[in-house]
């Protein structure tokens, strides 16, 4: 008597494609755009919605002056929205990402500082647990995309 088994593993053909994507440079590149892509729009969101740092805590209010001096319609971080449009992602090398702006006064609200005018910290780039959920979710979709 003999006996017979035989085993189809397709999962591994599709890992194995997935792989290939991030073989070379530009598949490399490709996945860091989608990564600094989601990022950027994570960045975003916090500023314009969330109003609170990577860990979910809420940005502290103005102070009571500058709540009572200030110009325009807009919240914390958001008072003409061009923080929220000078967020930005360049790909770092062969390896990373850096999401940030280029505004000067960008550094003073993610760190706060307590020199002649304080300001409270009111960190709005970083991940939370939350975004580094959805980071994996894209480039997982992205890695299995057309291999589906």
């Known amino acids: 008597m003999s006996a017979e088994l035989e085993v189809k593993?397709?999962?591994l053909r599709v890992v194995s494609m997935a792989l290939a994507r991030l073989s070379t440079?530009?598949?490399?590149?490709?996945?860091?755009e989608v990564i600094g892509a989601t990022v950027e729009s994570q960045t975003r969101r916090r500023l314009s919605r969330e109003k609170?740092?990577?860990k979910g805590r809420p940005w502290k209010p103005w102070s009571r002056?500058?709540?009572?001096?200030?110009?325009?319609s807009g919240g914390i971080l958001d008072l003409?929205?061009?923080?929220?449009?000078?967020?930005?992602?360049d790909v770092a090398g062969e390896d990373g990402v850096e999401v940030g702006?280029?505004?000067?006064?960008?550094?003073?609200?993610?760190?706060g500082d307590?020199?002649?005018?304080?300001?409270?910290?009111?960190?709005?780039?970083?991940?939370?647990?939350?975004?580094?959920r959805e980071v994996s979710e894209v480039i997982g979709d992205w890695l299995m995309e057309g291999w589906r």
């Open 25 to 32: 440079p530009a598949g490399r590149r490709q996945a860091l």
């Open 52 to 54: 609170r740092d990577p």
């Open 114 to 132: 307590e020199g002649g005018k304080p300001m409270p910290q009111r960190e709005f780039i970083g991940l939370s647990s939350a975004n580094e």
């Open 101 to 111: 702006s280029s505004l000067a006064y960008a550094r003073r609200h993610q760190l």
């Open 80 to 89: 003409r929205g061009s923080l929220i449009d000078s967020i930005r992602y």
């Open 65 to 72: 002056d500058y709540a009572a001096r200030r110009t325009g």
């Open 9 to 11: 593993v397709d999962g």
